[in-house]
């Protein structure tokens, strides 16, 4: 059977990307975001994850404020990768998993989600930041995605609690996959920023730490809070938080925290990086102890 073996939660500040293109990761500025990512990239060399499962938002690429799907769900062999207009390079293509997408569309419907399903997709800066983040100078051959897009831009926005039933969804279709895969999970966006109006560059270090404190140990926390909630406490475009949820969701139950990096400012954005590994580490560790003993 599949195996959900973890999930990286990331800001995709575009900014990243120019920093990535310049190989400027080592400046002052850049290096104490970059660093969040040492201990990410060792345990993906360890994990070798088959499969990604990418929860973001299309930044209107796909969609636009006149057709905004509220759940989108890639189902393509492949994913281009396009600019937005923002002058980053653009990215080889991604693998699909055809099969595996559609699992989780049969699953998801049966769990009556209504979600929009794509047969073409294009993935932005949101998807392949973190991928250039994750893997520096390319990906690993013969890694798959399956894109889930989560409308965080259109008002009415999904609730969080909506946005953790589709993690916890989507998880419980993947651990009834049965082939052999390993799978990542991916939340991208975030954490607290504002980039219009009055309260541009807006950043709140409380809420923000809030949510890293309980992602982990009580995802349901991150629920208390409506949408709109999210969008006064970390800014207009910080309820890109809505993708991290739906990817801790996809965990499962109990997830471990195994790094976290919280830095400010990333162009007007708190930046963050956090990974968690599925399951319950200290037990698993005792578990394995005993049998030693035994
Ligand atoms: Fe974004």
């Not at 349901?220 to 991290?244: C, F, K, M, P």
Request: hydrophobic fraction near 45%; aromatic fraction near 10%; proline fraction near 6%.
């Amino acid at each position: 059977m599949a195996k959900v073996v973890g999930g990286i939660f990331t800001s995709h500040v575009p900014a990243i990307g120019g920093a990535i293109a310049r190989k400027r990761e080592g400046d002052p500025y850049w290096k104490p975001f970059f660093d969040g990512f040492v201990p990410v990239r060792r345990w993906l060399e360890a994990a070798k994850p088959d499969v990604a499962i990418v929860f973001s938002n299309d930044h209107g690429l796909n969609f636009f404020l006149d057709t905004m799907p509220t759940f989108a769900v890639g189902a393509a062999s492949e994913y281009r990768n396009e600019d937005e207009g923002w002058g980053l390079p653009v990215y080889s293509a991604f693998s699909g998993d055809q099969a595996l997408s559609w699992h989780v569309i049969e699953h998801l419907v049966r769990d009556e989600f209504d979600i929009a399903t794509c047969q073409r997709m294009l993935v932005d800066h949101a998807v392949s930041i973190p991928f250039e983040l994750c893997w520096p100078g390319g990906r690993p051959q013969g890694l798959r995605i399956v894109p889930i897009a989560i409308n965080t831009v259109q008002h009415p926005l999904p609730s969080p609690k909506r946005c953790l039933a589709l993690g916890r969804a989507v998880g419980a279709a993947l651990r009834t996959w049965e082939g052999p895969e390993k799978i990542v999970v991916f939340g991208t966006g975030g954490l607290s920023h504002q980039l219009e109006g009055e309260r541009a560059g807006f950043i709140n270090r409380d809420y923000d730490r809030f949510c890293m404190d309980y992602l982990a140990s009580d995802p349901d926390a991150l629920t208390r809070h409506s949408a709109l909630d999210i969008v006064e406490l970390a800014g207009s475009q910080g309820v890109e938080i809505l993708n991290w949820i739906a990817a801790r969701g996809a965990l499962g139950d109990c997830a471990t925290e195994l790094s976290r990096n919280y830095h400010i400012p990333i162009s007007n954005t708190a930046a963050a990086t956090m990974l968690l590994e599925a399951g319950d580490a200290v037990a698993t560790a005792r578990a394995v102890s005993l049998e030693a003993v035994v």
